[in-house]
């Protein structure tokens, strides 16, 4: 079989999506509510929220970009090992975290022999990221280990996507190997985990993505297309912002790694999330999310959230920020229903 067909992927989102709800129940436990969450998710809450439902996520979207089904053995890997860590099955869930990660890996790099080009190359320095926290998950390291490489897994694949864009539109020859050059730093500079190396990286990458990147021509536009930039845009100052402090010396302090880690998980990741989803869910599932205005609700809330989280971490007031990690965790629940809401209207029109 080349390829699978759409209705056979959506059971994996769902595995992706059970790790999500147990990692956000889980965060929200150890911010101090009184919520139901398995002991999984709040132990385990970014390994859940990165290798079961990013990990998941992204390698489903990258098996299909390959078209072969054998691709799709990463994103079960993934789910499987978020709902291995839940039943309490630690090591096997790690196991099929690492094997997830190496199957990520290879299809990346299939992907890159397939088109040698510094955006694919970009994508695969970040499943490599990815490999690398799960292996050190594997090795026994606490989930703090990890957090450097899942940080560079992330950035490095949206920057491989905004670069491949960037396409579109002129970028110098020297400003793309500068790129590529960053790109490989953040890799190395995740692995020993240098504080102020990794937060000078983050920052010079963020600014390249706003000099660069295609979305602040298009912020000018309107629809979907305004949309889309702003939540972009909006990502970029917040992996600015959690570059600097990542940058300081006192980065190494709870509410400031706290502020920045969230900075950038938070505000940097599912502002892209938002804003990608509508593009994304169409090719993997060939179900539309048509824009309204009300996807601007979940990002507004998203953003001023942590605002209040960030401002709760920096004064060292925890009401603030638990209040700040709620609605963070509300802003989410609220994408997660407006999205399906407008691709169950979508499909209603269709049907009738």
Same mark, same amino acid.
């Given at each position: 079989?080349?390829?699978?067909?759409?209705?056979?992927?959506?059971?994996?989102?769902?595995?992706?999506?059970?790790?999500?709800?147990?990692?956000?129940?889980?965060?929200?436990?150890?911010?101090?509510?009184?919520?139901?969450?398995?002991?999984?998710?709040?132990?385990?809450?970014?390994?859940?929220?990165?290798?079961?439902?990013?990990?998941?996520?992204?390698?489903?979207?990258?098996?299909?970009?390959?078209?072969?089904?054998?691709?799709?053995?990463?994103?079960?890997?993934?789910?499987?090992?978020?709902?291995?860590?839940?039943?309490?099955?630690?090591?096997?869930?790690?196991?099929?975290?690492?094997?997830?990660?190496?199957?990520?890996?290879?299809?990346?790099?299939?992907?890159?022999?397939?088109?040698?080009?510094?955006?694919?190359?970009?994508?695969?320095?970040?499943?490599?990221?990815?490999?690398?926290?799960?292996?050190?998950?594997?090795?026994?390291?606490?989930?703090?280990?990890?957090?450097?490489?899942?940080?560079?897994?992330?950035?490095?694949?949206?920057?491989?996507?905004?670069?491949?864009?960037?396409?579109?539109?002129?970028?110098?020859?020297?400003?793309?190997?500068?790129?590529?050059? +960053?790109? =490989?730093? !953040?890799? /190395?500079?995740? %692995?020993?985990? #240098?504080? @102020? *190396?990794? $937060?000078? &990286?983050?920052?010079?990458?963020?600014?390249?993505?706003?000099?660069?990147?295609?979305?602040?021509?298009?912020?000018?536009?309107?629809?979907?297309?305004?949309?889309?930039?702003?939540?972009?845009?909006?990502?970029?100052?917040?992996?600015?912002?959690?570059?600097?402090?990542?940058?300081?010396?006192?980065?190494?302090?709870?509410?400031?790694?706290?502020?920045?880690?969230?900075?950038?998980?938070?505000?940097?990741?599912?502002?892209?999330?938002?804003?990608?989803?509508?593009?994304?869910?169409?090719?993997?599932?060939?179900?539309?999310?048509?824009?309204?205005?009300? +996807?601007? =609700?979940? !990002?507004? /809330?998203?953003? %001023?959230?942590? #605002?209040? @989280? *960030?401002? $709760?971490? &920096?004064?060292?007031?925890?009401?603030?920020?638990?209040?700040?990690?709620?609605?963070?965790?509300?802003?989410?629940?609220?994408?997660?229903?407006?999205?399906?809401?407008?691709?169950?209207?979508?499909?209603?029109?269709?049907?009738?």
């Amino acid at each position: 079989m080349r390829d699978l067909p759409p209705p056979a992927r959506a059971p994996l989102l769902l595995l992706g999506f059970v790790a999500l709800i147990a990692g956000v129940a889980g965060g929200l436990v150890r911010l101090g509510f009184d919520a139901r969450a398995p002991a999984a998710g709040i132990t385990w809450h970014g390994a859940l929220m990165a290798s079961a439902f990013f990990g998941t996520l992204i390698s489903l979207e990258r098996a299909v970009a390959i078209g072969r089904a054998w691709a799709y053995l990463a994103p079960v890997a993934f789910g499987a090992g978020g709902i291995a860590l839940l039943a309490g099955a630690t090591r096997t869930g790690f196991v099929l975290f690492a094997a997830g990660g190496v199957l990520f890996a290879v299809a990346s790099g299939a992907i890159w022999l397939r088109q040698r080009a510094l955006h694919t190359g970009v994508l695969a320095l970040g499943a490599l990221s990815l490999l690398a926290a799960n292996l050190l998950l594997l090795a026994g390291r606490p989930s703090e280990a990890a957090v450097p490489s899942w940080i560079a897994f992330f950035v490095l694949t949206i920057g491989g996507e905004r670069l491949e864009l960037s396409r579109l539109a002129p970028v110098p020859r020297t400003a793309r190997t500068a790129f590529g050059v +960053l790109a =490989a730093a !953040l890799l /190395l500079a995740a %692995l020993p985990f #240098a504080p @102020r *190396v990794l $937060g000078v &990286l983050l920052l010079l990458i963020a600014l390249w993505l706003v000099r660069y990147d295609i979305a602040t021509r298009t912020v000018r536009g309107a629809g979907l297309t305004r949309y889309i930039a702003l939540c972009l845009l909006a990502g970029y100052a917040w992996l600015a912002f959690g570059g600097v402090l990542l940058a300081l010396p006192q980065a190494v302090g709870r509410e400031p790694w706290d502020a920045a880690l969230h900075a950038i998980l938070l505000g940097f990741v599912f502002s892209m999330v938002f804003g990608h989803a509508p593009v994304i869910l169409p090719a993997v599932l060939r179900i539309a999310i048509p824009y309204r205005a009300a +996807l601007y =609700a979940p !990002l507004a /809330l998203l953003h %001023l959230s942590l #605002a209040v @989280r *960030v401002a $709760g971490d &920096l004064s060292a007031r925890a009401p603030l920020r638990a209040a700040g990690g709620a609605g963070s965790a509300l802003a989410i629940a609220l994408f997660i229903v407006t999205a399906a809401t407008l691709a169950l209207s979508t499909l209603r029109k269709e049907g009738s």
